[in-house]
Each structure stands twice: as structure tokens, then as C-alpha cells.
């Protein structure tokens, strides 16, 4: 069966308008007060939506307060020092967000004067702005009736309009864009998707749907047949792999801390962090000599002084922080030096390695 098709099944006999009306009155009244929700700036918008992608609304809060302090505007997040705008996302993980979003922006001052553009084609041409991200921008700040389906959003219809389709395909994905067209309200589409959102996000949950409270119970199909719980359909995600380091707090005599900088490319771009060991390939055993070869110091490995486990979205770094101290030898590593304890603070970490911080002998 064609989408087209598809979607003109599901949809059948459905009261799409009522539906519409009843998740958009039930989120005007309800609303949560966020910071993102003063104005329809589009930076604003864009900025929040961004920050919000696999990160709670909670913890995103003073990051985004803090953000839009330093980086009002654009211009302002287009000039300033990449390292300046890692140090204020640090701790929000996912860095590449952080990055794509200053490139986007560049651009954005640099071709369309600073005006985030409204033209669909235009908005989802630029660095990490995809679909999903150039729905929520053109609907929320522009009032623009264009879909933006995230995981959320697709648990809310897969009960609502009980679709089975397993929702990690991309297919499926297109499919609830495809609905979303259908649905969404012209005079209003900033409240629907934000109602869908807030619908997600407060009530119709992932593990636990508070049904009884639900502003549109009476459309849900799931709730109907009562299988709420069985969706949405999704794929078990593949096991996330195990890789056990060192992570080594090398100080000199005068009490500074060696840290690297990671590659500008890959996992944790552009983020500092302390030496790691790659136990896979270094015994135990040869840690100070591949430390020597590695860093051009000969050091005295000491106690063990933490453990730590950081989980990313396909791998777990499980990490035993080791006391290092300086015997001899010049630091040759052209991505990592020497710097007093105080000035930390000056340098972005990944949540990994801050962990870490509490250790440093001051």
C-alpha cells in the first residue's frame, strides 16, 4: 500500500478537527512556563530545540538561560571562539550539537543577514538542522503548518491513531510526517506541535501513560483497545560495546595537570581531557612505557584512586582514574600540555572526565 494510501486508512473516520481543537485548548491552558516559550524568536527556538534533543527539559533549563546570556543573538554566537561555546555547553554532552549549530548560524549571518531563514528549503539546507529541528522552528516561530516528528511525537500517534509500524525505520518516520500534514491545524500549528510535544512529555509517557488524565483520551485508539502500553513498536537497539582505559592524572613538580585536546573530528570533538589508556592494547604492565612513547615523559604510575563508567549512546567507557606523577623527560604531544589546577575552569570537559576533577591534588 502507498503512504498516500496508507495514511487515508489511517485517518479514516478519525475526527481529525475535534482531536485538533481538544490538544490545542488542553495546551494553552496547561502549558509549562519555559524560557523558551517568552517570544517566537527564531533563534530562540532554534537554540532550544537543539539543546533539547536527547537531553530533559529540567536540566536544559539554566543551560539554555546561560547560553542566551552570552550568545543573545546570532551575530553574537557567530563570532565568538568555538572553545567559548563548548565551555558553555559542558555537560550537555552530544558536542556535535554545539557545533553544527555555530556553523548554521555563521551562515545564517553570512547569507540571510542574521534572519533565520522561513523557507523550508532554505531552513533545513543548514549544518544540523534536520526535519525534525526545521518543523519545530518554522511552525513555533514562524506559524508555519509544517510537521516536526520526533520519538516523542510518534509514541503520542502510535497510540493515538494505533499505528504498529516499528518506529526506529525510517519509513515509519515518514509515515508520521505524513499524518502530522494531515493533522496539524492552519490557523494554530505552533500550539498543535507544541501540544504534541507537551502531550508527550507530561502524559502520554513512555513507560507509564497517565490515560485517566488525558485531554484526548476519547480519540486515542490504543486506550480504545487497551494496549497503551504495547506502543509504540521499536526495535531492540544493538548491545552498546564495553572499552575499559586508564585515565591518568599526571602531575609535574610544580603541581600542573597534563591534559590533551581531543581530535577536532569524531566523539567528544574539540573537548579536553585527561591521558587515557586503551586497555584493549596497553597491558597494565607497559603503561609507563607506552606513556613515554606516547608522551615523550617518563612517569611512576600510583594508586587507583576512582572508578568510573560513562555510557554514550553506543558505547561504555569504563575508566579507573590512576594517580601519575613526572619523573623526567620534555612533554612532546602536539595536542596536550601543562596547566595549574585553577585554570580548569578555562578549558570545556566532557561529563566523563569532569567526574574526574575532585581528584586533582590543588
Not at 29 to 47: G, K, M, S
Not at 86 to 98: D, I, N, P, Q, V
Not at 155 to 176: W, Y
Request: net charge negative; glycine share 4%.
Amino acid at each position: 500500500m502507498k503512504r498516500t494510501e496508507r495514511v487515508k486508512h489511517i485517518l479514516n473516520n478519525f475526527d481529525k478537527e475535534t482531536y485538533r481543537k481538544d490538544l490545542i485548548r488542553w495546551f494553552k491552558e496547561e502549558q509549562r512556563i519555559l524560557p523558551w516559550r517568552e517570544n517566537q524568536d527564531p533563534y530562540r527556538v532554534w537554540v532550544s530545540e537543539i539543546m533539547l534533543q536527547q537531553t530533559r527539559v529540567d536540566t536544559v533549563i539554566p543551560y539554555f538561560n546561560h547560553f542566551m546570556d552570552k550568545f543573545p543573538t546570532p551575530e553574537a554566537l557567530a563570532k565568538a571562539d568555538e572553545q567559548e561555546v563548548l565551555k558553555a555547553w559542558e555537560g550537555l554532552g552530544y558536542y556535535s550539537r554545539a557545533r553544527n549549530l555555530q556553523n548554521a548560524v555563521r551562515e545564517v549571518v553570512s547569507e540571510y543577514e542574521g534572519i533565520v531563514p522561513a523557507d523550508a528549503e532554505e531552513l533545513g539546507s543548514l549544518k544540523g538542522v534536520g526535519p525534525y529541528t526545521r518543523g519545530a522552528i518554522l511552525s513555533i516561530a514562524y506559524d508555519i503548518p509544517e510537521p516536526a516528528v520526533d520519538g516523542n511525537v510518534m509514541r503520542v500517534l502510535s497510540r493515538i491513531l494505533l499505528v504498529e509500524d516499528d518506529i526506529s525505520k525510517q519509513s515509519t518516520r515518514k509515515l508520521f510526517e505524513e499524518l502530522v500534514k494531515q493533522l496539524i491545524s492552519e490557523e494554530d500549528p505552533s500550539s498543535f506541535n507544541q501540544g504534541l510535544m507537551e502531550h508527550g512529555a507530561l502524559v502520554c509517557t513512555p513507560k507509564n501513560p497517565s490515560c485517566m488524565l488525558c485531554p484526548v483520551q476519547e480519540h486515542c485508539r490504543a486506550f480504545d483497545e487497551g494496549v497503551e502500553t504495547e506502543l509504540p513498536v521499536k526495535a531492540s537497539k544493538k548491545k552498546q560495546k564495553k572499552t575499559p582505559y586508564l585515565l591518568l592524572l599526571v602531575q609535574n613538580e610544580k603541581g600542573e595537570v597534563l591534559i590533551e585536546q581531543r581530535p577536532n573530528t569524531g566523539l567528544l570533538a574539540s573537548l579536553w581531557q585527561y591521558p587515557m589508556v586503551p586497555l584493549e592494547d596497553v597491558g597494565l604492565e607497559a603503561v609507563e612505557h607506552w606513556f613515554y612513547g606516547e608522551y615523550g615523559l617518563k612517569v611512576e604510575v600510583g594508586e587507583s584512586l576512582d572508578r568510573i563508567k560513562h555510557v554514550f549512546s553506543h558505547l561504555i567507557w569504563e575508566m579507573e582514574v590512576i594517580k601519575v606523577t613526572v619523573k623526567a623527560g620534555t612533554l612532546d604531544h602536539e595536542r596536550a600540555t601543562f596547566i595549574a589546577p585553577e585554570d580548569m575552569e578555562d578549558y570545556p570537559f566532557p561529563v566523563s572526565h569532569q567526574k574526574a576533577h575532585p581528584h586533582i591534588n590543588r
